[in-house]
């Protein structure tokens, strides 16, 4: 299973973006949950956001009420709005899925999307 993002770029401080994640064509999710993490230069990977296949969703303390992430469980593509952009939200930003339990442990990951949140 391949995983294709889209979106992300750039965007002043307090503007908005929007990233989506969809499964390679002919392909079926076998995880419950897909996410977004991003990786800052020079920190650590880090989680953002997550929605199950029920529709249960976590995020990251440090985006909470700004981000929204969504699912569209029969096509198996997720997105996430980005709003009131924040200059420390600029990272790498990586789709992924796999099982979620008491945690979430990511298993297939697709590549980086910069975003770029400025002044």
């Known amino acids: 299973v391949q995983l294709q993002a889209f979106g992300g770029g750039s965007a002043q401080i307090g503007g908005s973006l929007r990233l989506s994640c969809s499964v390679s064509?002919?392909?079926?999710?076998?995880?419950?949950?897909m996410g977004w993490y991003r990786q800052a230069p020079g920190k650590q990977r880090e989680l953002v956001a997550i929605?199950?296949?029920?529709?249960?969703?976590d995020y990251a303390d440090s985006v909470k009420g700004r981000f929204t992430i969504s699912r569209d469980g029969v096509k198996d593509t997720i997105s996430l709005q980005m709003n009131t952009l924040k200059v420390e939200d600029t990272a790498v930003y990586y789709c992924?899925?796999?099982?979620?339990?008491?945690?979430?442990?990511?298993?297939?990951w697709g590549q980086g999307t910069q975003v770029t949140v400025s002044s």
């Open positions: 929605i199950s296949r029920g529709g249960n969703t």
């Open positions: 992924n899925a796999g099982p979620w339990t008491t945690s979430y442990y990511p298993q297939v």
């Open positions: 064509r002919d392909r079926r999710l076998t995880y419950n949950t």
